[in-house]
């Protein structure tokens, strides 16, 4: 793919962002578009980068590790977005400003104890399941009450909000129902924790309904770099 096609991919994703933030009556700038670099090259990475995007998301630890590497001198963000386990907490807390995956105590409270010091608390948001997929990670609604009242209180994460993975519907009335369950946890969250601001939803096929209801963050891997190796 040439510059010309993420320059053009990344374009056109600002302007639909854009637009939706108007349709829906949001503020504008109110969407922050994270790339999902995930099984994409280096090289593309770069386009990304050169046509001014900077915050990227990856889901496996050992790929990421030589990326972040790699653009160690770029300034960029990155956010960890897949499953975690155990014995790869400290490098996920050292090397990520973000995790948008967490769904279990033990994982958030190696996460907080590995963090090192020198580095601002870790940007957290908690996965819920929405659709009670029994395929999917992530907790129920009612569970995740539990778990914002536990990782509020370790220092070394900061609690900013909520993520979900939307079932694989295409329906634009349900997908709406599903983000919109998310949006009411949300909302009720902030009442007792005023610091969370982030609703991390929407992929590259569900873009509009995350907007429509209320996504600050939306994840987009396809529609931003094309098809995965
Ligand atoms: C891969 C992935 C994305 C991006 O998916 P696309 O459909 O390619 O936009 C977003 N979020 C998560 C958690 C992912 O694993």
Redesign the pocket.
Known sequence: MSIFTIHKNLDILQKKIHSYEKIYHRPAHSVCLLA?S?HQPIEKIQEAIDAGQFLF?E?YLQEAIPKISHFSNQNLEWHF??SIQRNKTKKIAELFSWV??IADPLIAKRLNDQRPLELPPLNICLQVNVSCDPAKSGLSITEIAHLANYCALLPRLKLRGLMT?LSQTTDFTEQRTEFKKLYTLYKTLRKKWSEIDTLSMG???DLQAAIAEGATIV??????FGK?N
């Open positions: 999902v995930k998301a889901n977005i897949g948008h995956t993975i992929m590259s096929e994840r987009i891997g396809t529609k931003f995965r």
